[in-house]
């Protein structure tokens, strides 16, 4: 059974897929407002788009951050947005219990970085049948992805992507070494690379995260010239009063013109 991402870059030309939104569902209004932008653009430019936002960001630095509306309320927005403009749907998960329910609704389950190495979560998550894209622990080697991708396959699941991130070696900063995309790809997956997170400086402003977007687009373009299936972006309307991870998100107004090179960078590497 061929791999629900590998399929969606299959075709006459080399084209990458978007896994992209806001960092988390704030309303619905701003949540429908960068979806639909989002489908427009990939839409002419022929990209394959999964739509991406959160209905709970379980890891927020300070207990007083905003994480969501919770799980009931967001995932009744993400059916709606689903319904009425006719995407792909990515959340992400944090408990086992979880999963089935969100499987009813998303397209594609994700489980967050912090939470790759959880047995029971990821083979909750792969026995619901969805597609599952997998974000690489900033803690782990690009190499110990294979023990992920081993419970994966315990749980009978071929609808499997790794998203590379950065690695944290501490002082509120990251790193990327593109290393890691053939050395996962040769693991027999997909790789996305997440272009904003990996521009993240965690714990940064003391009480939330801080980010440097102005190296975002520089980072995707590395990705895909390394070869990634993919790319994950977070953008909002305006970056600057994101209730999540503003600092390292997209202005989505400027979504189309990187997308533009980047799918011109697609077609010149192949």
Known sequence: MENFFVRLTSGPQPVFFLISGPCVIENYDITYQTARHLKQITHALKIPFIFKASFDKANRTSVNSFRGPGFEAGLDILKTIKKELDVNILSDIHLPDQARKAADILDVIQIPAFLCRQTDLILAACETGRPVNIKKGQFLSPKECGNILNKTREAGNPHICITERGSSFGYNNLVVDFRAVPIIKGMGVPVVFDAT???????????????????????????????????????????EKALCDGPNSMPLMEMETLLSTLFAIKQAVG
């Open 197 to 239: 997170h990996s521009v993240q400086l965690p714990g940064g402003a003391q009480d939330s995260s801080a980010g440097e977007r102005q190296f975002a687009p520089t980072l995707a373009k590395a990705a895909i010239a390394a070869g990634a299936d993919g790319l994950f972006m977070e953008t909002h309307p305006d970056p």
